[in-house]
C-alpha cells in the first residue's frame, strides 16, 4: 500500500472563459480513484466558480457547478475559500452555493464543505501540501 | 520545508505574480518563466511589491527567457538572480513541492 500524500488543487479562474475550471474538476474527479488527502483552493477569479445560479443555457456549454455538490460522495470534502478573494468580488459566502457531504465518521451527519479561510491561511494550507496541482 | 513557486504571466496582464506574493511564505523561492519575467523589470507597478519580498524571499528570473525578451541584467531590480534551465531543475530539486501560478 501506497502512503496517502496531501493533494491541493488550487483554482484561479473563473469558470466559462477557458478551460481551467472544467479541467481542474475532471481531475480532481479522476484523482479521487487514487484515495488520497484531497483539499481544494479557491482564489482570486477561483471563487466564481461556486457561484450559485449559474446557466449556462444561452452559451453552449456544460454548466459543471452542480458538480461540486457531488464531490462529498468521492470523499472530496475540503474547499477552502479565501474571504479577501470573495471581498475583492463583492461577493458574501450567500453567493456560493451550499455544498455538503455527509461524514461517515459522525453518524453521516451532513456537514458544510466550504471553509472560508483568509489569505494567511491560505499560504498555511498551501505550505502543508506533498503535492500542488494548479489550474 | 520550502516550496518553489512559479510565475509564468506578465504581471501587467495577470493577477499571478501580485497573489504569489501574497502567499508565499519565508524562505520561499519564485522563479518567473516565460512572460513571467517582465515581473522582474525595475520601475514598474510592481517593482515596489517584488523588491519588498526580497529579503524574506528567494527571487529568481529565467536567463533564457529574459534574454529572449531583451531584458538584460541591467534592466532588472537588484536583488534578483539569473539561472539557467539546470538551475530551475536544482530550485525544484532544493524544495519540498513546486506551485505554478498560471
Given at each position: 500500500?501506497?502512503?496517502?500524500?496531501?493533494?491541493?488543487?488550487?483554482?484561479?479562474?473563473?469558470p466559462?472563459?477557458?478551460?481551467?475550471?472544467?479541467e481542474?474538476?475532471?481531475?480532481?474527479l479522476?484523482?479521487?480513484?487514487?484515495?488520497?488527502?484531497?483539499s481544494?483552493?479557491?482564489?482570486?477569479?477561483?471563487?466564481?466558480?461556486?457561484?450559485?445560479?449559474?446557466?449556462?443555457?444561452?452559451?453552449?456549454?456544460?454548466?459543471?457547478?452542480?458538480?461540486?455538490?457531488?464531490?462529498?460522495?468521492?470523499?472530496?470534502?475540503?474547499?477552502?475559500?479565501?474571504?479577501?478573494?470573495?471581498?475583492?468580488?463583492?461577493?458574501?459566502?450567500?453567493?456560493?452555493q451550499?455544498?455538503?457531504?455527509?461524514?461517515?465518521?459522525?453518524?453521516?451527519e451532513?456537514?458544510?464543505?466550504?471553509?472560508?479561510?483568509?489569505?494567511?491561511?491560505?499560504?498555511?494550507?498551501?505550505?502543508?501540501?506533498?503535492?500542488?496541482?494548479s489550474? | 520545508?520550502?516550496?518553489?513557486?512559479?510565475?509564468?504571466?506578465?504581471?501587467?496582464?495577470?493577477?499571478?505574480?501580485?497573489?504569489?506574493l501574497?502567499?508565499?511564505?519565508?524562505?520561499?523561492?519564485v522563479?518567473?518563466?516565460?512572460?513571467?519575467?517582465?515581473?522582474?523589470?525595475?520601475?514598474?507597478?510592481?517593482?515596489?511589491?517584488?523588491?519588498?519580498?526580497?529579503?524574506?524571499?528567494?527571487?529568481?528570473?529565467?536567463?533564457?527567457?529574459a534574454?529572449?525578451?531583451?531584458?538584460?541584467?541591467?534592466?532588472?531590480?537588484?536583488?534578483?538572480?539569473?539561472?539557467?534551465?539546470?538551475?530551475?531543475?536544482?530550485?525544484?530539486?532544493?524544495?519540498?513541492?513546486?506551485?505554478?501560478?498560471?
Amino acid at each position: 500500500m501506497s502512503e496517502t500524500k496531501k493533494f491541493l488543487y488550487v483554482n484561479r479562474k473563473a469558470p466559462y472563459g477557458t478551460i481551467y475550471a472544467l479541467e481542474s474538476l475532471e481531475v480532481v474527479l479522476i484523482g479521487a480513484a487514487f484515495e488520497q488527502d484531497v483539499s481544494l483552493a479557491f482564489l482570486d477569479d477561483g471563487v466564481f466558480q461556486l457561484t450559485k445560479g449559474q446557466d449556462t443555457g444561452g452559451i453552449g456549454v456544460k454548466n459543471f457547478s452542480p458538480t461540486f455538490r457531488a464531490l462529498g460522495d468521492y470523499e472530496v470534502t475540503k474547499l477552502y475559500v479565501e474571504k479577501e478573494s470573495l471581498a475583492e468580488r463583492g461577493l458574501t459566502e450567500g453567493d456560493l452555493q451550499e455544498i455538503t457531504f455527509e461524514d461517515e465518521d459522525d453518524d453521516y451527519e451532513e456537514k458544510p464543505s466550504i471553509h472560508l479561510v483568509s489569505r494567511s491561511e491560505m499560504a498555511d494550507i498551501m505550505a502543508d501540501q506533498d503535492v500542488v496541482l494548479s489550474f | 520545508m520550502s516550496t518553489l513557486h512559479t510565475v509564468n504571466k506578465s504581471p501587467f496582464d495577470s493577477g499571478s505574480l501580485v497573489s504569489c506574493l501574497n502567499h508565499c511564505k519565508d524562505g520561499d523561492a519564485v522563479l518567473m518563466i516565460e512572460d513571467g519575467v517582465y515581473g522582474g523589470l525595475s520601475g514598474t507597478t510592481v517593482s515596489d511589491a517584488v523588491q519588498g519580498k526580497t529579503d524574506a524571499v528567494d527571487i529568481f528570473v529565467l536567463s533564457p527567457d529574459a534574454d529572449a525578451r531583451g531584458l538584460n541584467a541591467g534592466r532588472m531590480m537588484a536583488g534578483i538572480s539569473g539561472v539557467d534551465y539546470d538551475g530551475f531543475v536544482e530550485l525544484v530539486a532544493q524544495h519540498d513541492r513546486t506551485q505554478a501560478w498560471l
